[in-house]
Protein backbone atom coordinates (compact mmCIF):
# COMPACT_ATOMS: atom_id res chain seq x y z
CA UNK A 1 0.00 0.00 0.00
CA UNK A 2 2.57 2.58 0.63
CA UNK A 3 4.84 2.04 -2.20
CA UNK A 4 2.10 1.81 -4.68
CA UNK A 5 -1.20 2.71 -3.81
CA UNK A 6 -0.75 5.53 -2.01
CA UNK A 7 1.82 7.01 -4.54
CA UNK A 8 -0.46 6.42 -6.90
CA UNK A 9 -3.19 8.43 -5.33
CA UNK A 10 -0.77 11.53 -4.60
CA UNK A 11 0.82 10.87 -8.60
CA UNK A 12 -3.13 10.82 -9.77
CA UNK A 13 -3.90 14.70 -7.68
CA UNK A 14 -6.29 12.33 -5.47
CA UNK A 15 -6.97 13.23 -2.26
CA UNK A 16 -5.10 11.32 0.53
CA UNK A 17 -6.29 11.33 4.03
CA UNK A 18 -5.49 10.09 7.22
CA UNK A 19 -7.02 9.11 11.19
CA UNK A 20 -5.35 8.92 14.20
CA UNK A 21 -6.51 6.55 15.84
CA UNK A 22 -5.34 4.14 19.56
CA UNK A 23 -6.56 1.67 18.43
CA UNK A 24 -3.84 -1.61 18.13
CA UNK A 25 -2.48 -2.13 14.60
CA UNK A 26 0.55 -4.04 13.38
CA UNK A 27 1.66 -5.56 9.82
CA UNK A 28 1.56 -9.10 9.42
CA UNK A 29 3.94 -9.04 6.24
CA UNK A 30 6.70 -9.70 8.16
CA UNK A 31 7.62 -12.87 10.23
CA UNK A 32 8.99 -11.05 13.08
CA UNK A 33 5.44 -8.73 13.00
CA UNK A 34 3.40 -11.82 12.84
CA UNK A 35 5.19 -13.74 15.72
CA UNK A 36 4.79 -10.67 17.75
CA UNK A 37 0.97 -10.13 17.37
CA UNK A 38 0.47 -13.78 18.30
CA UNK A 39 2.48 -13.11 21.41
CA UNK A 40 0.30 -10.10 21.83
CA UNK A 41 -2.46 -11.69 21.53
CA UNK A 42 -1.16 -14.32 24.24
CA UNK A 43 -0.39 -11.90 26.74
CA UNK A 44 -3.54 -9.83 26.33
CA UNK A 45 -2.15 -6.88 24.93
CA UNK A 46 -4.19 -6.95 22.18
CA UNK A 47 -7.60 -5.99 23.05
CA UNK A 48 -9.28 -9.46 22.48
CA UNK A 49 -11.20 -10.94 24.33
CA UNK A 50 -8.82 -13.47 25.36
CA UNK A 51 -7.02 -13.92 28.71
CA UNK A 52 -3.35 -14.63 29.27
CA UNK A 53 -2.50 -18.52 30.63
CA UNK A 54 -3.50 -21.65 28.92
CA UNK A 55 -5.87 -21.13 25.92
CA UNK A 56 -8.36 -22.84 23.54
CA UNK A 57 -10.29 -26.19 23.69
CA UNK A 58 -7.26 -28.61 23.57
CA UNK A 59 -6.21 -26.31 26.68
CA UNK A 60 -7.19 -28.82 29.31
CA UNK A 61 -6.54 -32.12 30.59
CA UNK A 62 -2.64 -31.66 29.77
CA UNK A 63 0.01 -32.16 31.68
CA UNK A 64 -0.03 -28.49 33.19
CA UNK A 65 3.82 -28.90 34.50
CA UNK A 66 5.19 -29.17 30.85
CA UNK A 67 3.09 -25.94 29.63
CA UNK A 68 4.46 -22.87 30.45
CA UNK A 69 1.49 -19.88 29.63
CA UNK A 70 0.44 -18.23 27.54
CA UNK A 71 -0.43 -20.80 25.23
CA UNK A 72 -2.96 -21.53 22.75
CA UNK A 73 -3.88 -25.07 22.09
CA UNK A 74 -6.99 -25.99 19.96
CA UNK A 75 -8.77 -28.86 19.34
CA UNK A 76 -7.66 -32.84 19.50
CA UNK A 77 -4.15 -31.71 19.89
CA UNK A 78 -1.27 -34.17 21.58
CA UNK A 79 1.18 -33.32 23.31
CA UNK A 80 3.75 -35.96 25.40
CA UNK A 81 3.94 -35.53 29.09
CA UNK A 82 7.87 -35.14 28.46
CA UNK A 83 7.45 -32.00 26.32
CA UNK A 84 7.75 -28.73 27.15
CA UNK A 85 4.98 -26.35 25.34
CA UNK A 86 5.85 -22.44 25.93
CA UNK A 87 5.68 -19.75 26.66
CA UNK A 88 4.15 -18.03 23.82
CA UNK A 89 2.94 -20.68 21.49
CA UNK A 90 -0.04 -21.34 19.45
CA UNK A 91 -0.92 -24.84 18.42
CA UNK A 92 -3.77 -25.56 15.66
CA UNK A 93 -6.31 -27.77 15.32
CA UNK A 94 -4.33 -31.81 15.32
CA UNK A 95 -0.87 -30.91 15.90
CA UNK A 96 1.44 -33.89 17.87
CA UNK A 97 3.95 -32.79 19.86
CA UNK A 98 6.84 -35.81 20.71
CA UNK A 99 8.05 -36.99 23.50
CA UNK A 100 10.68 -34.59 24.79
CA UNK A 101 10.43 -32.13 21.64
CA UNK A 102 10.64 -28.20 23.12
CA UNK A 103 8.44 -24.98 21.58
CA UNK A 104 9.56 -21.74 22.73
CA UNK A 105 7.66 -18.55 20.59
CA UNK A 106 6.18 -20.55 17.42
CA UNK A 107 2.65 -20.80 16.07
CA UNK A 108 1.68 -23.88 14.50
CA UNK A 109 -0.68 -24.49 11.71
CA UNK A 110 -3.78 -27.17 11.95
CA UNK A 111 -1.77 -31.21 11.75
CA UNK A 112 1.47 -30.57 12.28
CA UNK A 113 3.52 -32.89 13.74
CA UNK A 114 6.70 -32.62 15.42
CA UNK A 115 8.86 -35.58 16.27
CA UNK A 116 10.27 -36.28 19.54
CA UNK A 117 13.25 -34.32 21.15
CA UNK A 118 13.06 -31.72 18.35
CA UNK A 119 12.76 -28.04 18.87
CA UNK A 120 10.78 -25.24 17.28
CA UNK A 121 11.83 -22.17 18.06
CA UNK A 122 10.35 -18.60 17.27
CA UNK A 123 9.16 -20.14 13.73
CA UNK A 124 6.36 -20.02 11.69
CA UNK A 125 5.02 -23.62 10.47
CA UNK A 126 2.44 -23.65 8.43
CA UNK A 127 -0.56 -26.42 8.11
CA UNK A 128 0.00 -30.30 7.55
CA UNK A 129 4.04 -30.00 8.43
CA UNK A 130 5.84 -33.02 9.58
CA UNK A 131 9.30 -31.82 11.57
CA UNK A 132 11.18 -35.21 12.01
CA UNK A 133 12.61 -36.76 15.11
CA UNK A 134 14.87 -34.29 17.00
CA UNK A 135 15.15 -32.00 14.16
CA UNK A 136 15.90 -27.70 14.89
CA UNK A 137 13.83 -25.06 13.66
CA UNK A 138 16.34 -22.32 14.42
CA UNK A 139 14.33 -18.66 14.82
CA UNK A 140 12.88 -16.77 12.33
CA UNK A 141 12.04 -19.58 10.36
CA UNK A 142 9.03 -19.88 7.80
CA UNK A 143 7.87 -23.69 7.16
CA UNK A 144 5.27 -23.64 4.36
CA UNK A 145 2.32 -26.40 3.87
CA UNK A 146 2.94 -29.84 4.15
CA UNK A 147 6.52 -29.55 4.05
CA UNK A 148 8.90 -32.33 5.72
CA UNK A 149 11.61 -31.89 7.84
CA UNK A 150 13.61 -35.01 7.92
CA UNK A 151 15.06 -36.54 10.87
CA UNK A 152 18.32 -34.83 12.42
CA UNK A 153 17.82 -31.48 10.10
CA UNK A 154 19.25 -28.44 11.84
CA UNK A 155 17.33 -25.03 9.63
CA UNK A 156 19.94 -21.98 10.44
CA UNK A 157 18.05 -19.13 11.82
CA UNK A 158 15.64 -17.06 8.93
CA UNK A 159 15.18 -20.14 6.90
CA UNK A 160 12.27 -20.26 4.61
CA UNK A 161 11.25 -23.77 3.56
CA UNK A 162 8.39 -24.84 0.98
CA UNK A 163 6.86 -27.89 0.32
CA UNK A 164 8.75 -28.70 -2.80
CA UNK A 165 10.83 -31.79 -1.35
CA UNK A 166 11.97 -33.15 2.39
CA UNK A 167 14.77 -31.22 3.28
CA UNK A 168 16.86 -33.36 4.92
CA UNK A 169 19.99 -32.98 7.70
CA UNK A 170 23.55 -32.43 5.62
CA UNK A 171 25.55 -35.97 5.10
Known amino acids: IERETFPKIL ?6 YAYTTA ?8 P ?5 AHRDILS ?6 L ?3 RTGAGSVNLH ?5 PPVHIDA ?7 AKVGPNVVLGQGCKVGANARLTDCVLWDGVIVGAGS ?3 ESIVASGVRIGEKAVVSRGSVIGHDAVIEPGTVLPEGARIGPTAPIGAAK
Open 51 to 53: EPG
Open 64 to 68: PENII
Open 44 to 49: GSMPLK
Open 11 to 16: AESHAL
Open 23 to 30: DYWIDLGR
Open 32 to 36: EHYLS
Open 119 to 121: VVD
Open 76 to 82: DVEIDPS
